[in-house]
């Protein structure tokens, strides 16, 4: 079930897995890409190996410079 969540929120549980992770510098990204962000983290702490799975999302780019 989706839990839906303020972005503060999001930044909270940003930090829980990211302990380096700077609440200054997380609040200046918009919901949508701390709610990425707070997905790839959670998936990174699960299963890993051939049948690990994770897809960018497609407004997300690859490579930003």
């Not at 079930?1 to 909270?12: G, T």
């Not at 700077?22 to 702490?45: G, H, K, W």
């Amino acid at each position: 079930m989706l839990q839906v969540k303020s972005k503060q929120q999001i930044i909270e549980a940003i930090c829980q897995h990211n302990r380096t992770a700077a609440r200054e510098f997380l609040i200046n990204f918009e919901e949508r890409a701390l709610q990425n962000y707070l997905e790839r983290l959670t998936t990174l702490q699960g299963h890993r190996g051939r049948t690990s799975i994770w897809v960018r999302p497609s407004d997300s780019r690859a490579i930003t410079a």
